[in-house]
């Protein structure tokens, strides 16, 4: 993660709380390094629901997050370059491309990441995954769990939805019990299942204080700070950086301090972010008075 700084006297102060971010996924990439062996290892989807892993003590790491560093490091255009040369094409998507190019030369900015005992994927984000983690999973040779959810049109699932849904999730858990040496509980599964909907409501607060005028951070900033939500969610830490982050945006809300120093303009980015350009865009848009302060991604 890096924290948007100045830039050509546009952009706003830093977030104080950057720091302790810096400091959480520096961690948790250092800790996968010794997970391997030592607890259940699973790479996830961004979408899936990591809950149910937790409550069996998988270590969980993001290949999608873990794709967004690599390009925020500068490391995207060789990873890439290295998925194309053993035979895919350069019409992936590049998150798919950064992924097998590092699990295929074992080159990470994280250092090293753990082998995976379980993949866990669900085409609630996209398509692409399915056969993505398909070809992850015959390269490791581990099993592949696949959630396939419905396209919901309604804006609630009906029970037809929720029962297939629920079917798959059971299924499932057969096999994370001979994975991680754990039996089922539903108490630990509540539990986990607690933290995450408090971690996930506190960030929906955190993107709802951007409705103010001025907004108290950028959609830059916003891309940045989504990382714990995706990769931590469930964990106790994520909750607590996040009641820390709302209270510092809180308070420059209150203050009227904004993400940038003079909000002009207001705008929605579409798309994912484009993490190796995220400052320079942050600096772009600030000094024209512009601020994203939503986002489709």
Known sequence: AREIRAGAGAVGAPLACSGRLREIMTRHYFLSR????????????????????????????????????????????????????????????????????????????????????????????????????????????????????PFNHAGEPGPAEIDYMTAQLEAMIPTLERVSGRGFRTDRLRNVLSLSKETAETWGEILGTMKATPSPMTIFDAFVHLAPVVSLRGLPVALAYYRTLLEELEQRVARGEGGILEERKRLMWDNIAIWYKVRDFSTLFAERGMNFVTATY
């Open 34 to 149: 010794y997970a391997e062996g030592a607890r259940p290892v699973a790479w996830v989807t961004s979408g899936a629901p990591v809950e149910l892993l937790r409550a069996f003590g998988f270590y969980t790491v993001y290949p999608e997050n873990h794709g967004a560093l690599c390009g925020a490091k500068g490391m995207g255009s060789q990873l890439c370059r290295t998925a194309e040369e053993s035979g895919f094409s350069q019409d992936l998507c590049s998150y798919a491309r950064i992924d097998l190019g590092s699990a295929l030369s074992g080159r990470t900015p994280a250092g090293r990441l753990p082998r995976p005992d379980l993949l866990f994927a669900s085409n609630n984000i996209c398509q692409t995954v399915a056969y993505w983690y398909t070809v992850l999973a015959d390269w490791w040779d581990v099993p592949l769990l696949m959630l396939d959810t």
